[in-house]
């Protein structure tokens, strides 16, 4: 059973920075596709960055430039590093997780299988 842990989120000035850490307990594949989603309320889920095991790192272009994924595999943790964060950056992020390399749909939350719980983050002006 492949569980997501999702941790670093909370309340930040606009301009400040935070960063998001996924947990990911009970996967040993060799192949997969890990994403960070936003969703804020009244809006659809949106893919913000994502990273697969062939390489691809893909980000949305509203974070291009600001926000940061990575990954440490000793660790088993993903991360989103989140800089000069905008009011409009304010929603809860949720990992995901899809054992599966998605490429070009790695951005696309019907794709994913494992889901975790979310980390709000809000960002006043």
């Known amino acids: 059973q492949v569980q997501l842990v999702e941790s670093g989120g909370g309340s930040v000035q606009a301009g400040g920075s935070l960063r998001l850490s996924c947990a990911v307990f009970?996967?040993?594949?060799?192949?997969?596709?890990m994403a960070w989603f936003r969703q804020a309320p009244g809006k659809e889920r949106e893919g913000v960055a994502a990273?697969?095991?062939?390489?691809?790192?893909s980000y949305a272009d509203s974070v291009k430039g600001r926000f940061t994924i990575s990954q440490d595999n000793a660790k088993n943790t993903l991360y989103l590093q989140m800089n000069s964060l905008k009011p409009d950056d304010t929603a809860m992020y949720y990992c995901a997780a899809d054992s599966r390399a998605l490429g070009p749909r790695v951005l696309v939350a019907g794709w994913y299988n494992y889901w975790g719980q979310g980390t709000q983050v809000t960002v006043s002006s």
């Open positions: 009970g996967y040993t594949g060799s192949s997969y596709s």
């Open positions: 990273i697969d095991s062939d390489g691809r790192v």
